[in-house]
């Protein structure tokens, strides 16, 4: 997975609410935005949750309340294999790149053969070995994301993918927190800047905050992969549809990204940039005569002031004019030569 600019990755996730024309709408949106990817999720509710492992509370609070448990809720929001054709399909015409995460080994063997370019691995499957090694053994690129996890854990799953084979470069590493939204105070940005310090991995961030700042913010930081959840409608009932973007701010994000992205492109070096090199001497300031002079007077600072335009001696030598001998006479408010003491 190599990539020059920032990698967008616009998450539909289950936002389509187990309909697959709003799954559609949503690929539209996604490539309306300018976003590199819209990602779904993958998984057989059967495979990846008991049936009465209880809802996280962002869950409670965003879906309905007719059963506390994740099955119910995530056998709602399964993609029928027949929805695949489909979305690629949309994909394509949109020109927008298809990916989703899949969350148990039949999802990812399911999607192999759809020949998705990588694989994300969701903050959930972080400690979940087998599926590690399944999913490396793959051989494709990885994503791997991040939230809920201390260093520690994040090195163990980075050592049991490379055990399988995937270099570390071939592995991006998301910082992100499994809350929906995450509270500000709770964002821990820099965090991604240790575990590129600390890994020696490409980093990125999956945001979850409520707008997109973050995320922009991310990228300044040097996110080289972003991933953002969005919606067609916020107020939507379903778990995610909370902490997500709606169309225009989707927009908003990928052009903010962009724009960031050639803020950071220079050299690094502090000089002037070609588009303001023809404001120096407009901006700046050159020396001028307080009043009139005759030749053969010695100058002085009283002499002298800073006056725009910049194309004559610089203020900054100002020390090196002191104690001139003017050469002929000048008027009051002209602009001080070379060649008026040489």
């Known amino acids: 997975m190599k990539n020059k600019s920032v990698l967008i990755i616009a998450e539909a996730g289950v936002n389509h609410n187990g309909d697959l024309d709003k799954a559609l709408k949503l690929i539209d949106v996604a490539a309306d935005s300018g976003a590199d990817y819209v990602k779904f999720q993958t998984f057989k509710a059967e495979s990846i949750v008991s049936r ?72 959930g499957e972080i400690t979940n070995k087998p599926f590690l090694q399944h999913i490396a053994k793959k051989g494709k690129d990885i994503i791997l994301s991040t939230g809920m996890a201390n260093l520690a854990e994040v090195k163990a799953a980075l050592k049991v993918i490379e055990t399988e084979g995937i270099s570390r470069d071939r592995i991006t590493v998301l910082h992100c927190n499994t809350e929906y939204p995450t509270p500000m105070e709770d964002v821990n940005l820099l965090a991604m800047n240790q575990m590129a310090r600390e890994l020696g991995v490409k980093v990125g961030y999956s945001d979850h905050t409520l707008g997109l700042e973050v995320a922009i913010a991310a990228v300044a930081l040097g996110a080289c992969v972003i991933e953002k959840h969005f919606t067609l409608d916020r107020s939507l009932v379903g778990p995610d549809h909370a902490a997500s973007l709606e169309p225009e701010e989707l927009k908003a994000m990928v052009r903010g990204i962009r724009n960031i992205e050639k803020a950071i492109s220079g050299s690094g070096t502090k000089e002037p940039s070609k588009s303001e090199q023809k404001n120096i001497a407009i901006a700046r300031k050159s020396l001028h005569l307080t009043r009139d002079l005759f030749s053969g007077h010695i100058l002085t600072n009283e002499d002298l002031m800073a006056l725009r335009p910049g194309d004559g001696i610089c203020p900054m030598d100002i020390d090196q004019v002191i104690g001139k001998e003017i050469k002929h006479n000048l008027i009051k408010g002209s602009k001080l030569q070379n060649a008026d003491f040489e």
């Not at 015409?93 to 039949?106: A, N, P, V, Y």
């Not at 999607?111 to 990588?118: G, K, R, S, V, Y």
């Open 52 to 123: 009465d492992a209880k809802k996280a509370d962002y869950q409670i609070d965003n879906f309905e309340n007719t059963s506390d448990t994740q099955f119910d809720m995530l056998k709602k929001l399964e993609m029928g294999e027949d929805w695949y054709p489909n979305l690629i399909k949309r994909c394509l015409e949109k020109q927008i790149h298809f990916l989703s995460t899949g969350f148990d080994s039949e999802s990812i063997d399911f999607l192999n053969e759809l020949n998705i370019p990588f694989y994300k691995i969701p903050s």
